[in-house]
């Protein structure tokens, strides 16, 4: 499996961007794929994700204002990111998980892609 984002870059507070993130090879198990941050001296912090079924969830710092949507056909995750801040700097990386449990799941992970908000 590869992930390859793209999308990020400079952007003006209260600006917006769209990340894609790109996937081939085989996928097996995959049933959750989403977009994840980390800003420089914390933690990598899930944004949004979306399951197989459709359903999302986002993050709070997020919600209203970010919106995670997958084409199946192209194989594809966007995060359209509306009403950025500067607090939503950071390098983003899109994932793919096999959920298995609540304890046991597969992750893939791409290349990350720098957002920067001025403010």
């Known amino acids: 499996v590869q992930l390859q984002a793209s999308g990020g870059g400079l952007v003006q507070a209260g600006g917006s961007l769209r990340l894609v993130c790109f996937t081939s090879?085989?996928?097996?198990?995959?049933?959750?794929m989403g977009w994840y941050r980390q800003a420089p001296g914390k933690q990598r912090d899930l944004v949004a994700v979306i399951r197989s079924g459709g359903s999302t969830n986002y993050a709070d710092s997020v919600k209203g204002r970010f919106t995670i949507s997958r084409d199946n056909a192209k194989n594809t995750v966007s995060l359209q990111m509306n009403s950025l801040k500067p607090e939503d700097a950071a390098v983003y990386y899109c994932n793919a998980a096999a959920i298995y449990s609540d304890i046991l799941r597969e992750d893939y992970w791409g290349e990350g892609t720098l957002v920067t908000v001025s403010s």
């Open positions: 090879g085989i996928i097996p198990d995959i049933n959750e």
